[in-house]
């Protein structure tokens, strides 16, 4: 894990060109407006994270038979991870969640101003699809380069996380009862599409990189088929990954979550706790990390009698190792 961090962070700091580059070498005041747009840039990328989702295409890929580290997995990686920072940024915002810190730092605003912090949002998100677009430079063929395009942009867009999030905010200070279903189309939106979306990102590049050729005889029908049941499996991750997070915030201090704790339930926020109770959240977290466990062996299941190839259980035992470990987070 520490390796795969410290790849990964490169991939992620590399992603930026340097804005001072770009401009002439004697305007002094736009030079230091480039170094300020340079820093802030950086800046939520350099306060760490748990980058799970990262990991999880990496995991998915090593499964499939190809290294963590190859620069078209990393790459893959780090895209997914510039599209969850950007969310956390905008998230922070007042006019979102209005939070003053994120991974034990101040938020991105609270550093470069509102206005700025919106526009390092935007550009996290525009260089991720930039990433993913140069990913033929690194082995991969233009063919998944745009496959992951799209998976990302579905899985973020208004389809995915977006749609999430205005439910979301639609939700909060309600004074209506909210169904689980309610709950459920919200965090599997919010938070399950870009879990799903790391598990079928996984799969594709690393089932396309693969050196030995192992799945190069699996047809788009049947490849579309694997991606389906990897974005459900990694959706029921995400939303006990969601419901274990609502768990935290009233169970956990701010010093251990690295934000502030009990920010839901002074916001009134649409939360498992607040809909079914503290325990019977961590039941239902549990009952979901099982079935994502089960949802990963039947993929794995499925990719060996598709692809007519041997795959050992123990090239998926990482995955099931990582997605046990989430709700783990609970004790």
């Known amino acids: 894990m520490a390796d795969f961090k410290t790849s990964l962070e490169k991939t992620l700091l590399t992603a930026f060109a340097d804005v001072t580059a770009y401009l002439p070498e004697n305007d002094t005041t736009s030079l230091a407006i480039a170094e300020q747009i340079n820093k802030a840039m950086i800046y939520p990328l350099e306060s760490g994270g748990k980058r799970v989702r990262p990991w999880i295409v990496c995991l998915m890929a090593e499964a499939c038979g190809t290294s963590a580290r190859h620069p078209a997995v990393l790459s893959t990686a780090a895209a997914l991870e510039l599209v969850h920072t950007y969310s956390l940024v905008h998230d922070d915002l007042p006019c979102m969640d209005n939070d003053d810190f994120r991974r034990g730092k101040p938020t991105t605003h609270k550093v ?15 260089q991720a699809f930039a990433v993913l677009a140069q990913l033929a430079d690194h082995g991969a063929d233009a063919r998944t380069a745009l496959r992951c395009v799209e998976i990302l942009s579905r899985n973020a867009g208004q389809r995915g996380m977006i749609a999430g999030q205005w439910l979301d905010l ?6 209506t009862n909210i169904s689980w279903d309610m709950l459920k189309t919200i965090h599997n939106l919010k938070t399950g599409a870009l879990l799903g979306c790391a598990f079928s990102l996984g799969l594709l590049v690393g089932c396309s990189l693969e050196p030995l050729g192992k799945f190069k005889t699996l047809t788009q029908k049947q490849l579309d088929e694997l991606l389906m049941h990897a974005e459900s499996a990694g959706q029921t991750a995400g939303l006990a990954f969601q419901i274990v997070d609502d768990v935290l915030d009233v169970t956990q201090n701010s010093i251990l979550l690295g934000k502030t704790a009990g920010k839901d339930e002074q916001q009134n926020k649409l939360t498992a706790v607040k809909v079914l109770g503290l325990e019977n959240a961590t039941k239902r977290a549990e009952e979901l990390t099982k079935q994502a466990l089960n949802d990963i062996e039947f993929l794995h299941t499925k990719l060996a009698n598709l692809s007519g190839v041997s795959v050992s259980s123990g090239s998926f ?6 997605v046990s470990g989430l709700f783990m987070r609970t004790s």
């Open 112 to 126: 470069f101003g509102e206005a700025n912090a919106l526009l390092v949002g935007d550009a996290l998100l525009t």
């Open 317 to 322: 035992q990482p995955i099931y190792d990582f």
């Open 170 to 175: 639609s939700q909060t200070n309600t004074t």
